[in-house]
């Protein structure tokens, strides 16, 4: 298992790289807060997720309503195809923005 992890390239610019299961999600919860540190609107790269299961996908639903909920836009970005059809099959994709 990879651990996954939250980058910060620039302000607004971020990157979660590993992988987004039961066992990492956990630990990334919270930091959906700091993606608005100083900006209105922020850009989520995932090309770097190793594997996603529904924790993951539930994280990303919940940044974006955070977002949603504070005023502020987050765009996800190199979303994986994995990530992108479950999205889809669960009903989400509204939610982030990906239809």
């Known amino acids: 298992m990879t651990e996954a992890r939250l980058e910060r390239q620039s302000p607004g610019q971020y990157a979660l790289v590993g992988e987004l299961s039961f066992a990492s ?3 990334l919860v919270g930091l959906g807060v700091s993606l608005f540190d100083g900006v209105d609107a922020a850009s ?3 090309s770097q997720v190793d594997r996603s299961d ?20 987050l765009s996800l970005v190199q979303i994986p195809p994995q990530l992108l059809g479950m999205a889809r099959v669960s009903g989400v994709d509204h939610i982030l923005s990906l239809d």
């Open 25 to 27: 999600v956990p630990g």
């Open 44 to 46: 989520l790269d995932l």
């Open 54 to 73: 529904s924790a993951g996908l539930a994280l990303l639903v919940s940044w974006v309503r955070l977002a949603r909920q504070q005023g502020k836009q």
